[in-house]
């Protein structure tokens, strides 16, 4: 069967496998990371687990129960995410989906419930669905996304099996922007490299329009904010940490490609940076930051984005990074 879906052969490989072997595991557990492809092969597992049509194409696209699951409207599929855009996933949202999984399916021989960014479940959501893992209905299974195991709990992660998504080289998405989002070459190449193999990022860069917009915007508060004095920095973090629209965790994913790109210039590496628009202003930073405190930010910037992932208090760690990111006067 092939399935509609750029790289990642090894882990699609394995999932086809143990579908013609009627050996899906009830708890899946797909990590990588953001916009790498976890959602898209997810939603490939649960379509084919749901489909109707021969073993061998599946999921086949023409059955009943696949022009259902393209619809979202199969009685047998539940997929929940947090409610708000860096929001947390919560307890009462774990509950129904307990409540989904212990009725029997409708029209499938399988129900599935999909959970997406479960690092950001509180501590008692995740709690609430260790029972579900450990004595799951025969024709439940559950799959969960995270960027890292590693932002799990042990016993959740123990209780599944792992599949875990690599950034696709640049190559690949460069050549799948061409071929299948007719995107010109220069374009092409230009977002595979911004993408950081991160498919999905590419794809919406391409088709939504505000996408890559909010990199571009990332990157300009950054090198504003290296210029900004103490007071306007706490006021900075202040407004990322109330602003509903905001999302903390993206922006600083943002700012470590450009500390990284830093380091790279710093290194003789100049060719390999991420953000070649914006050479002229990381090579003044390179000239002007030392390299000891670069790697400072840079794990600074690691800590606060792990402490946001695990629901900290997103206001006291921005307010601590942005006081002691280095400063261009």
């Known amino acids: 069967m ?14 086809q496998l143990a579908l013609e072997r009627d050996e899906m595991p009830q708890a899946l557990l797909i990590t990588g990371p953001e916009s790498v492809g ?13 489909c109707q049509g021969p073993a061998a194409q599946r999921p086949c696209g023409a059955c009943r129960a696949c022009r259902k699951f393209a619809s979202g409207n199969h009685p047998d599929f539940m997929a929940v995410t947090p409610e708000e855009a860096g929001g947390s996933l919560k307890i009462e949202q774990i509950r129904a989906v307990e409540r989904f999984l212990t009725l029997t399916p409708n029209e499938s021989a399988h129900k599935i419930a999909l959970i ?24 439940a299974h559950l799959i969960l996304l995270a960027q890292d195991a590693d932002l799990l709990l042990p016993t959740i992660v123990s209780r599944s099996r792992r599949i875990d998504l690599r950034p696709l080289s640049p190559v690949t998405v460069d ?82 490609t450009g500390w990284r790109d830093v380091l790279l210039i710093q290194t003789g590496n100049a ?46 760690w921005l307010e601590n990074l942005l006081l002691n990111l280095p400063e261009l006067a």
């Open 38 to 50: 976890k959602m898209t092969l997810a939603r490939l597992v649960s379509n084919a687990l749901l």
């Open 2 to 15: 092939t399935w509609d879906i750029v790289g990642h052969e090894l882990a699609v490989r394995q999932l």
């Open 271 to 316: 060719p390999r940076i991420t953000y070649r628009q914006y050479d002229q202003a990381l090579a003044e930073i390179a000239q002007r930051v030392p390299p000891n405190a670069v790697l400072q930010a840079l794990q600074a910037l690691e800590a606060c984005r792990d402490a946001l992932q695990h629901n900290a208090n997103a206001q006291l």
């Open 175 to 256: 050549a799948a922007l061409q071929t299948r989002w007719n995107v010109p070459a220069e374009q092409a190449t230009h977002l595979a490299r911004l993408s950081g193999g991160r498919m999905g990022w590419a794809v919406r860069a391409v088709t939504e329009t505000e996408y890559q917009q909010r990199m571009d915007n990332a990157l300009r508060l950054l090198l504003g904010l290296l210029r900004q004095d103490l007071p306007a920095r706490f006021e900075t973090a202040q407004a990322l940490a109330r602003d509903e629209h905001t999302r903390p965790d993206e922006i600083l994913a943002y700012w470590l």
């Open 116 to 139: 997406g960014d479960f690092e950001r479940a509180t501590t008692a959501a995740a709690n609430a669905l260790l029972k579900t893992l450990e004595e799951p209905p025969v024709y």
